[in-house]
């Protein structure tokens, strides 16, 4: 059984997908901009919604900090920026690959 956990690395705009300690899959990310930064910090996955419609793209995952999720997108060119309100942005293909693997519960790390 898999121990996996999630560090989005926001200086390098990647999410890791770590079982135990050692990287199982890299994916890119958008991120919140200046004023509307991703928060810091230690958070889990506390829900997961299939087509939530508008900008989330295909899935979206709500971090534990309310408001806050990894989810997919409508506008793939925002994958690498500085773009969102604060949530993790990723490719819808992605989002859908790393959502079958970490159930609820998962643990993730936002450093900056």
């Given at each position: 059984m898999p121990n996996y956990r999630i560090i989005v690395d926001l200086s390098d705009r990647q999410l890791y997908l770590l079982d135990g300690n050692i990287v199982v899959r890299a994916y890119p990310v958008g991120i919140g901009?200046?004023?509307?930064?991703?928060?810091?910090?230690?958070?889990?996955?506390?829900?997961?919604?299939?087509?939530p419609g508008g900008p989330f793209g295909a899935f979206w995952m709500g971090l534990s900090k309310p408001s806050y999720g990894i989810h997919g997108?409508?506008?793939?060119?925002?994958?690498?920026?500085?773009?969102?309100?604060?949530?993790?942005?990723?490719?819808?293909?992605?989002?859908?690959?790393?959502?079958?693997?970490?159930?609820?519960?998962?643990?993730?790390?936002?450093?900056?």
């Open positions: 901009r200046m004023v509307t930064q991703t928060p810091h910090g230690e958070f889990t996955i506390i829900n997961k919604q299939p087509h997108t409508n506008d793939p060119s925002s994958i690498g920026g500085e773009v969102s309100h604060g949530c993790i942005r990723m490719y819808n293909q992605d989002v859908l690959e790393l959502q079958s693997l970490v159930p609820i519960g998962t643990r993730v790390t936002i450093r900056p």
